[in-house]
């Protein structure tokens, strides 16, 4: 099911996801350990507004480049 969801992700890409970090408080946020979403959603989205534990990220080309907000509460890409 998750290779599944991974590939629809990538070939069906929605313009806005509302992620939540209400799960870490939980024991564990679960894309947190799915490298391969976490990295999508660092390169095609970006966070253009935060509610409390909610996050509204927006995909990049439909985003304003001019003013981006920080992302520390998605995991950093390691830099190669």
Known sequence: AAEL???DLAENTPGLIMWSSYYRGMGGDPFADWPEVN???QDNFI???KWGPF???????LA???APMPSPWLKTKKKK
Do not use: G, N, Q, S
């Not at 996050?55 to 080309?61: E, F, G, T």
């Open 5 to 7: 969801f991974a590939k």
């Open 39 to 41: 990295e999508f959603l």
């Open 47 to 49: 966070p253009v507004e």
């Open 55 to 61: 996050v509204l990220l927006m995909r990049r080309d």
């Open 64 to 66: 304003d480049p001019i």
